[in-house]
Nanobody
Framework: QVQLVESGGGSVQAGGSLRLSCAASGYTNSNICMGWFRQAPGKEREGVAAIDSDGSVDYADSVKGRFTISRDNAKNTLYLHMNSLKPEDTAMYYC??????????????????WGQGTQVTVSS
């Protein structure tokens, strides 16, 4: 059973930065795809960024050039570096993972395992 625990959320002003972390455990298969999703009140959960086991990455258009996803395989930790934050980035951010090949890494339906989420609030 894969377990994911997010941390690093908080409140910042527009233009600020945050780094989210996701500690993963409970798996031995290195072929794991991981991603960050977010959900704002009244909106559907959307893909933000994803990174596959081979290091290939994908980003939502809304965050390209501002967010960077990375992973430390030795620490089994996923990161999301968020710069130039905007009020519209305000949401609950979730870490997700799957051990089976993911075709569309920003599609939430592709992921089986989810963390509990961490809140990011950006004020103008």
């Amino acid at each position: 059973q894969v377990q994911l625990v997010e941390s690093g959320g908080g409140s910042v002003q527009a233009g600020g930065s945050l780094r989210l972390s996701c500690a993963a455990s409970g798996y031995t298969n290195s072929n794991i795809c991981m991603g960050w999703f977010r959900q704002a009140p009244g909106k559907e959960r959307e893909g933000v960024a994803a990174i596959d086991s081979d290091g290939s990455v994908d980003y939502a258009d809304s965050v390209k050039g501002r967010f960077t996803i990375s992973r430390d395989n030795a620490k089994n930790t996923l990161y999301l570096h968020m710069n130039s934050l905007k009020p519209e980035d305000t949401a609950m951010y979730y870490c997700a993972a799957d051990l089976v090949g993911v075709l569309d890494s920003l599609n939430r339906d592709e992921y089986l395992y989810w963390g509990q989420g961490t809140q990011v609030t950006v004020s103008s």
